[in-house]
């Protein structure tokens, strides 16, 4: 039976003045599908600065949908009101990795989220050795098929914007991810784009922009364009281990 993973990624609730609209438009499209998906995957940058109120508007939108869902941090938002807004935990310092078990695969979610320094944002991504040694111990204790999430891409994109703020130091993680062959695929946000590529030879996954999209650099687009529609991924894992990822763009209205 192929499992359907319904991948949304930035929603910035509190960020631009139509983010929970979108937000609400991908949760009205995801009702929509008979069947239902199997999972709901959010990657991060949930909220735009990291408010309990920012989280408990995304938690009226986010608990609309009955399934399954993993939601993990991105550099956007910030670990405690975030684990309280929408994990219903008090969490201790450090960071928060969550596994999605099913039958027959799960998810696990790292967070390469880095805290605010002198109260200044921290854009790009890096990963504890806790972390990386979580993950090897989580992959080496189960073979079903993996799908490994977190926000920062692992790799470069092409885009000016993003090149400064990926994840740092990736190889650590690509040795992790090339010594256990059931990881399917690395499924990231950030990017704010659908796109593909590769990472430790497997796919590595943008799952779109729900509040907006950075284009190419050549294209006659703002930097961030706000305008662009809503995208989100349909990631299908076949029997056969085969993964299939299918973007979708809502139709949304205005003007570059
Ligand atoms: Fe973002
Ligand atoms: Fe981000």
């Not at 201790?92 to 799960?106: H, I, K, S, T, Y």
Request: glycine share 8%; aromatic share 4%; proline share 9%.
């Amino acid at each position: 039976m192929t499992i359907v993973v319904a991948h949304v990624s930035d929603t910035h609730f509190g960020g631009p003045p139509d983010a929970r609209r979108r937000a609400e438009a991908v949760l009205d499209h995801l009702l929509a599908l008979d069947p239902a998906p199997d999972v709901l995957l959010v990657s991060g940058d949930v909220a735009d600065h990291g408010l309990p109120e920012e989280y408990a508007e995304a938690r009226a939108v986010l608990d609309r949908w009955p399934g399954p869902r993993l939601v993990g941090t991105g550099n956007h938002d910030v670990r405690e009101p975030f684990a309280r807004g929408l994990l219903d935990v008090e969490l201790a310092p450090g960071p928060l990795v969550q596994v999605l078990e099913a039958a027959d695969f799960r998810i696990l979610m790292l967070d390469s989220l880095v805290p605010a320094r002198d109260g200044t944002r921290i854009d790009h991504g890096e990963l504890s050795a806790d972390q990386l040694a979580w993950l090897d111990e989580q992959l080496g204790s189960d073979d079903r098929p993996v799908l490994l999430s977190l926000h920062h891409p692992p790799a470069d994109l092409g885009l000016g914007l993003m090149a400064p703020i990926l994840l740092k130091d990736p190889e650590p993680l690509e040795l992790v991810v090339m010594q256990h062959s059931h990881v399917v695929a690395t499924l990231v946000g950030h990017a704010h784009t659908a796109c593909a590529t590769t990472f430790a030879g497997r796919p590595l996954l943008v799952g779109g922009g729900c509040a907006s999209t950075v284009p190419l650099d050549a294209e006659p687009y703002p930097v961030v364009w706000e305008a662009g529609p809503p995208t989100l991924a349909f990631h299908l894992l076949h029997d056969d281990g085969r993964l299939t990822t299918h973007w979708r763009a809502l139709p949304w209205g205005g003007e570059a």
